[in-house]
């Protein structure tokens, strides 16, 4: 049994005469890879789900012994995501031990093993995708629409975590009271947002705050609260501890 783990070499996973089975955070055949949690969020799923297949050559491409779907609501981060998994995969897991202790060697034929290469033909396209996140692909584009933001901070909460800099000088700051500058640049990480949707005239991306309760970003579509972050050598906190101690005046960039 492989969970969260690297690729096994054959010579490994080919040693045992039921087979090698791994469990894997997705709706197998779509979401292969190293993170199948952070890509469904960040793409906007409602729905997740964990599957257990026996490990071939090919990563994530075995054949699926059994899968248990689980919704994913429009505030769960991929934490909370991966939580609700651990715990339903669990249960799979054993589920499918029970199976595998059942039928044997007749196990790798039953019917009831679905071929993912059978499902993708049913389906008509290629599977999605979920391939490692590295630091450089954290950055948040602040350009994008309101929905496909908040999904992408979401997804990436609380690791690896959205990043971006809060910059000072920028004309397209607006403090909401006083249009004072702090005189430097901050790096976060941004941990959860809250969605404003509606129009308005603010330039995107600007920061708009009264530097005491509230932090927003204007966004194509809305504006993005931004209700916890992270600066380095900090601990994550809310909003409003981290402005009680800082006077922010700048740029999302």
Request: hydrophobic letters at 40%; aromatic letters at 6%.
């Given at each position: ?28 055949p779509d979401y292969r890879g190293a993170a199948p949690i952070n890509h469904a ?135 909401d009271k006083t249009g004072n500058s702090s005189g430097k640049e901050i790096s976060?990480?941004?941990f959860s947002t809250k969605k404003e949707s509606g129009k308005h005239k603010a ?51």
């Open positions: 049994m492989v969970v969260a783990f690297r690729m096994l070499p054959e010579v490994v996973f080919a040693m045992p005469p039921l087979g090698t089975i791994n469990l894997h955070a997705s709706l197998l969020i960040i793409n906007g799923e409602t729905l997740s789900g964990i599957s257990t297949f026996f490990i071939e050559k090919e990563i994530d491409t075995g054949k699926i012994i059994m899968q248990e779907k689980v919704g994913i609501s429009d505030n769960m981060d991929a934490g909370m995501l991966h939580d609700k998994l651990m715990e339903k995969g669990s249960e799979l897991l054993v589920q499918t031990i029970r199976k595998i202790e059942k039928y044997g060697p007749d196990i790798k034929t039953h019917p009831d093993l679905l071929n993912q290469a059978e499902l993708l033909d049913r389906l008509g396209r290629a599977p999605k995708i979920a391939p490692k996140i590295f630091p450089e692909d954290c950055e948040i584009d602040w350009t994008d629409s309101i929905e496909n933001t908040f999904n992408f901070i979401r997804g990436l909460s609380p690791f690896p975590g959205a990043r971006t800099k809060i910059k000072d000088g920028s004309e397209n700051l607006t403090d976060v990480k941004i330039p995107v991306p600007s920061l708009h705050t009264d530097n005491k309760t509230y932090l927003k970003v204007a966004v194509n579509g809305g504006f993005l609260h931004i209700k916890e972050l992270q600066v380095p050598g900090k601990k994550r906190m809310a909003i409003e501890d981290f402005l009680r101690g800082n006077s922010v005046s700048g740029w999302m960039h």
